[in-house]
């Protein structure tokens, strides 16, 4: 279960991240948030992967 949420987390950033950058040119404030919450579910990835979490 836990790899698997690894994997889920490592998706919704790319997902997140390739949001942010469509969003750039229309809404910057959008493309922010969507930004902050790829790099938190990066962050959760990772620590997910060094099994700190």
Known sequence: MSSALMYLLFMAAGFLIGGAIALWKINRFLSGVL???????????????????
């Open 35 to 53: 930004a902050a919450l790829a790099v938190f579910c990066g962050v959760g990835a990772v620590l997910r992967l060094m099994e700190v979490v």
